[in-house]
């Protein structure tokens, strides 16, 4: 089975962590979207799990820079939104077994 871009880059985004939650950004809901354009320029639409998230740059950067280094990837735009607000029910089952939030 082929590898696409669009996984290659899910599986980047899961090595970005909330330094506040200790799970991935994919895990815990915060990609909303992913947008392969046709010359693989990529925009990313995530959120955060607070409005006053004191590593929003961090986590920002981190995004940016790991999936710019995806092989194929021409350029990366992230932009967050708090529509629709980030609340817990958006985490994947997975990631709410490991916090012991079920």
Not at 34 to 44: F, H, S
Request: contains cysteine; hydrophobic residues 45%.
């Amino acid at each position: 089975m082929e590898v696409t871009l669009r996984d290659q880059i899910e599986d980047t985004l899961r090595t970005v962590y909330d330094p506040e939650i200790p799970v991935n950004i994919m895990e815990l809901g915060l990609v909303y979207k992913i947008d392969i354009k046709d010359n693989n320029a990529v925009q990313i639409t995530m959120t955060l799990t607070a409005p006053a998230c004191p590593v929003a740059g961090d986590i920002v950067l981190e995004v940016e820079t790991k999936v710019k280094a995806v092989e194929g990837v021409s350029d990366v735009h992230v932009h967050i939104t708090f529509d629709p607000q980030w609340t817990r029910e958006m985490m994947s089952e997975e990631a709410k077994l490991e916090l012991g939030w079920l």
